[in-house]
């Protein structure tokens, strides 16, 4: 069953492929191959609804991209595909656009993050959801991703 984020359906080819790019990861080889699959599985779940929540947030932003980076962009891929000069571009244009939308998007919205420095990676997590929903554990993206029906992800 698909999830939707803010009412957009995650695809389950985006799911695939967040699998397949987060299996490349030598770590997976340390978790218990009983469990291997299904955490990657929700892991790919949840890569897929953050890239889903940073697209809609790129969607949204108003500001212009400028158009010699999109005019640039467009004709490396056109080069790359050998494409033929009475090609219509137009799609390909509003993929680029979309592309370095969601480039700058999480660009800004990564600005300034610092790796961590004290305490592990899930202490840090679980403090930050205990600040947002006090006395909260689990699954943060829980308020905004939900099954068809209305069924909160995770729950």
């Not at 984020?5 to 967040?18: C, K, T, Y």
């Not at 929540?53 to 212009?64: E, G």
């Amino acid at each position: 069953m698909p999830y939707l984020v803010n009412g957009d359906v995650v695809p389950e080819q985006l799911i695939a492929q967040e699998s397949a790019r987060l299996s490349a990861d030598p770590q997976w080889q340390q978790v218990p191959e009983a469990e291997r699959a299904q955490r990657l599985r929700r892991a790919a779940e949840l890569a897929a609804i953050d890239r889903t929540l940073v697209a809609q947030a790129a969607a949204k932003d108003p500001r212009p991209i400028n158009p010699e980076l999109i005019e640039k962009e467009v004709q490396r891929q056109k080069t790359a595909a050998k494409c033929r000069s009475a090609f219509d571009d137009r799609h390909l244009r509003l993929l680029v656009e979309g592309s370095l939308r969601f480039e700058r998007a999480t660009r800004e919205m990564t600005a300034g993050i610092q790796g961590p420095t004290s305490g592990t990676m899930v202490d840090e997590f679980e403090d930050a959801l205990r600040a947002i929903k006090p006395g909260a554990r689990g699954d943060p993206v829980a308020s905004v991703a939900r099954r068809p029906g209305g069924a909160q992800v995770g729950r």
